[in-house]
C-alpha cells in the first residue's frame, strides 16, 4: 500500500499562488510510480489536473489549466509538488493526490503514456484550496 499525505492548500486571492505538496511513503514499488493531482469542486466530478510519470519524468496537463500550474518531484524524498500561479475562483476545489503503478489493463503503467488509462488506486486525504475575489 502507498500512503501519500497532501498540503499546502489554503485561501487564496485570485491571481495569488500556492504550493501543494504531496509526499509518498510505503510501498512505492522503488518510486516506480505515476503520482497525479486530482481537484473536485462542490457539485462536481473528480478530474484530472496534473501528473507526472516517474520513470521518465514525462507530465500531463489539463488544458483548461492554460499553463498556470507547474509538476516537480524530489526523488529523495518520494514527493511531488504542484505550483499553482495565477489562481482563479473556478480553481476552488478539494485537490487529491493519487499514485498508479500499473493500467485498468494491469500492465505496468510506463507501457502506457496515456494517464488517463492508469489504475489510480491510492489516495491522500485532500487539501482545500479556496480563491476569493
Known amino acids: 500500500q502507498v500512503q501519500l499525505v497532501e498540503s499546502g492548500g489554503g485561501l487564496v486571492q485570485a491571481g495569488g499562488s500556492l504550493k501543494l505538496t504531496c509526499a509518498a511513503s510505503?510501498?512505492?514499488?522503488?518510486?516506480?510510480?505515476?503520482m497525479g493531482w486530482f481537484r473536485q469542486a462542490p457539485g462536481q466530478e473528480r478530474v484530472m489536473v496534473a501528473t507526472?510519470?516517474?520513470?521518465?519524468?514525462?507530465?500531463f496537463y489539463a488544458d483548461s489549466l492554460e499553463g498556470r500550474f507547474t509538476l516537480s518531484r524530489d526523488d529523495a524524498e518520494n514527493t511531488v509538488y504542484l505550483q499553482m500561479n495565477s489562481l482563479k475562483p473556478e480553481d476552488t476545489a478539494v485537490y487529491h493526490c493519487?499514485?498508479?503503478?500499473?493500467?485498468?489493463?494491469?500492465?505496468?503503467?510506463?507501457?502506457?503514456?496515456?494517464?488517463?488509462?492508469?489504475?489510480?488506486?491510492?489516495w491522500g486525504q485532500g487539501t482545500q484550496v479556496t480563491v476569493s475575489l
Open positions: 493519487a499514485a498508479a503503478h500499473r493500467t485498468f489493463f494491469k500492465r505496468p503503467y510506463y507501457l502506457t503514456p496515456s494517464p488517463f488509462s492508469y489504475e489510480w488506486d491510492a
Open positions: 510505503g510501498r512505492t514499488f522503488g518510486r516506480d510510480l505515476a
Open positions: 507526472i510519470r516517474w520513470n521518465d519524468g514525462s507530465t
